[in-house]
C-alpha cells in the first residue's frame, strides 16, 4: 500500500510541475500587461466582446464614445469567422515614458488570429487605455518596421 500511495504521490507532483511550467510563459506575459488590458481580455473570454470593450475603455476619455464602443460589433464579426479566443501572446511592449506604453499583442482565435495594440497611459487614479486597434490583418496594426524585422 505504502508503495502504491508513493507512486500515486509523485504522479500528483509531476503532473503539478508539468501545469507550472506549462503556464510559465502565460504568467510571465500577464505580468508585464496591464490589469486594464487582461481585464478586458477575461471579459472577452468568459462574457462578451462587449464586455470586453466596455472593460477596455473603463477610465478613458472614450467611455461613453459611441463609435469606440462599436468596436464590439467588429469583434462579434472575426468570432463568427475565426471562433472564441482561446489565449494571447504580448508581442511587444513599447514603452514612451512614465506614462505611456503601447502593448502589441496576438488574441488566437480557435481558427486564426486577432492583433491587437493598446495604448495606456497612467493617470492618478490608475492605468486607462487610451486608444486601440483591432484587425486579422497584422499590417493593419503593427508598424511595418516591426513586420519586416527578422526573428
Not at 466596455?54 to 469606440?68: F, M, R, V
Not at 471562433?83 to 512614465?98: A, Q, R
Not at 497584422?138 to 516591426?146: C, N
Request: glycine content about 4%; overall charge positive.
Amino acid at each position: 500500500m505504502k508503495k502504491r500511495f508513493h507512486l500515486k504521490s509523485k504522479i500528483v507532483l509531476l503532473s503539478f510541475i508539468s501545469i507550472v511550467f506549462l503556464m510559465a510563459p502565460s504568467l510571465a506575459q500577464s505580468a508585464e500587461i496591464p490589469k486594464i488590458i487582461l481585464n478586458g481580455i477575461e471579459a472577452y473570454k468568459n462574457q462578451s466582446a462587449e464586455a470586453a470593450i466596455q472593460t477596455w475603455l473603463k477610465g478613458s476619455p472614450l467611455e461613453n464614445d459611441k463609435n469606440a464602443l462599436s468596436q464590439s460589433n467588429l469583434l462579434l464579426r472575426i468570432e463568427s469567422f475565426y471562433g472564441k479566443i482561446v489565449g494571447f501572446n504580448l508581442i511587444e511592449k513599447k514603452k514612451f515614458s512614465e506614462n505611456s506604453t503601447i502593448y502589441y499583442l496576438e488574441m488566437r482565435h480557435e481558427a486564426g488570429p486577432v492583433f491587437a495594440k493598446f495604448l495606456t497611459y497612467k493617470t492618478k487614479k490608475g492605468t486607462i487605455i487610451v486608444s486601440f486597434d483591432l484587425n486579422t490583418k497584422p499590417e493593419a496594426v503593427f508598424p511595418q518596421k516591426m513586420l519586416s524585422s527578422k526573428n
